[in-house]
């Protein structure tokens, strides 16, 4: 199944606009994930919501979820150049195993803050 | 900061030979995980590990593959007998025990470029 599918694919915005980037899941979750990867680099955790919970703020990102839609949201407020990276959603759901939380991500976003 | 380490950052190897990725976990973490990246796709999830113990595992995950922490420190996985296919970033992931999942912290990845 495709779990995680972010759009845009692509965005390119100025530096101190906001971006917004949208995830959209099939399967039932525990709860939603998104995460940041610079080139080259390793997954960096940015902020979980919780299945009941509906929306999250950590300094400039604010997230959404609406599990009846299935989708979240991420929004980054006054961008700046250094946010400039791939951002993936990514979900963590009861597997088979029971209790491993394996995450499901998307294709992700990738965002460009220009100076 | 704690943080996952991932060696080698690199590693090229001939098709057909066996290549071991290292992992070193962050030290208080009890669940684990392999995740790849193959170049302009998806994070998959490979293989978690629980309790010295496979939890769940991919049907990327063949016989080809497997994982061990041999000493309480390191989390190694080996593919016996490469394929081009493979060619792909491994990404280790680590987290502590919880009860409804939590974020995974991961390392920086090792490239891995079969010929």
């Known amino acids: 199944s495709q779990q995680g599918e972010e759009d845009p694919q692509a965005l390119s915005i100025q530096e101190g606009e906001n971006a917004t980037m949208n995830c959209s899941y099939k399967t039932s979750i525990n709860n939603l994930q998104w995460y940041r990867q610079n080139s080259g680099r390793g997954l960096v955790h940015l902020i979980l919501?919780?299945?009941?919970?509906r929306e999250k703020h950590s300094g400039r990102l604010r997230v959404t979820l609406d599990t009846s839609k299935k989708s979240s949201s991420l929004l980054i407020t006054a961008s700046r150049a250094a946010d400039t990276a791939s951002y993936f959603c990514a979900t963590d759901g009861y597997s088979s195993g029971g209790s491993n939380y394996k995450l499901t991500f998307g294709k992700g976003t990738l965002l460009t803050v220009n100076p | 900061e704690p943080e996952v380490t991932q060696t080698p950052s690199h590693q090229v190897t001939q098709m057909g030979q066996e290549v071991i990725l290292r992992c070193v976990p962050i030290?208080?973490?009890?669940?684990f995980y392999w995740y790849r990246q193959i170049l302009g796709q998806k994070v998959e999830f490979l293989v978690s590990f629980y309790n010295n113990e496979i939890s769940e595992k991919s049907e990327i995950f063949d016989d080809q593959f497997s994982v061990e922490r041999p000493d309480g420190s390191n989390f190694t996985l080996k593919i016996r007998s490469t394929k081009l296919e493979d060619s792909a970033m491994y990404f280790c992931?680590?987290?502590?025990?919880?009860?409804?999942?939590?974020?995974?912290?991961f390392g920086d990845g090792t490239r891995l470029s079969i010929l």
């Open positions: 992931a680590s987290r502590v025990q919880g009860g409804t999942g939590g974020a995974q912290h």
């Open positions: 030290s208080n973490h009890l669940y």
């Open positions: 919501i919780r299945s009941n919970e």
